[in-house]
């Protein structure tokens, strides 16, 4: 079993449309959880960190369910600009700060 | 501040060469990490650093070398491309301090070995 599972999609949706990702991990120690971002042959950038009570940053809404091992990313009112893939993140306990990556659910905003 | 710079962006390389990728910060961040990514998956620590003079292995360490001799360089070493080695390579750093775990990353380096 892969550490961090992901749909990889493709995802592909009309502007205005409400999507949601979601991803499983496997280790019930990780200690913290993130969603990247990362477009068409650049780097990866942190969009959030997500936190046992939900969190959310504009149209975007992450969720963490401990007991499931399970992370969800809603983005609402989807724009063109949202095509990417989102990468989920996931932090081993004692990790020295590493980050264990899933391999991505890719989304293409359609006009 | 220009954050994680790497060179070169694209490199193309023989089976057996060597090479050195380079990563720099200028954001004085103790932990630096070397991931590969392969195309359609995530992405994958070779090696990381958790301050001068410190280095360890990470998931997929074999092939590769690393050096930390100062905080803000942290060059990748290919001793014997191999076409497995064919790969994005990022450089990623991150800060001692805070709970966020917050890595920050170059823009990669792209490198074919024929």
């Known amino acids: 079993r892969k550490e961090v599972e992901q749909d990889p999609g493709p995802f592909n949706v009309p502007e205005g449309a409400t999507v949601a990702f979601n991803c499983t991990y496997s280790?019930?120690?990780?200690?913290?959880f993130f969603w990247y971002r990362q477009d068409c042959r650049k780097e990866p950038k942190l969009l959030m960190s997500v936190y046992s009570s939900g969190n959310e940053d504009g149209r975007f809404t992450a969720q963490l369910n401990r007991a499931s091992q399970y992370i969800s990313l809603l983005i609402r009112d989807s724009k063109l600009s949202d095509s990417a893939t989102y990468l989920c993140?996931?932090?081993?306990?004692?990790?020295?700060?590493?980050?264990?990556f899933g391999s991505g659910t890719q989304l293409t905003v359609l006009p | 501040n220009a954050g994680v710079t790497q060179t070169p962006k694209f490199r193309i390389l023989k089976i057996g060469q060597s090479m050195t990728l380079q990563c720099t910060q200028d954001?004085?961040?103790?932990?630096m990490y070397w991931y590969r990514q392969d195309p359609g998956m995530g992405l994958k620590l070779i090696y990381y650093?958790?301050?001068?003079?410190?280095?360890d292995k990470g998931e997929v360490p074999n092939g590769y070398n690393v050096s930390r001799s100062t905080t803000e360089d942290f060059p990748l070493r290919l001793e014997l491309a191999a076409p497995s080695q064919t790969s994005v390579y990022f450089c990623?750093?991150?800060?001692?301090?805070?709970?966020?775990?917050?890595?920050?990353f170059g823009p990669g380096t792209r490198l074919t070995v024929l």
């Open positions: 650093s958790v301050g001068a003079g410190i280095t």
């Open positions: 280790n019930s120690a990780s200690q913290s």
């Open positions: 993140v996931v932090t081993p306990s004692g990790s020295a700060r590493q980050l264990t």
């Open positions: 954001m004085n961040h103790n932990y």
């Open positions: 990623a750093s991150s800060p001692i301090t805070g709970i966020t775990d917050t890595q920050y």
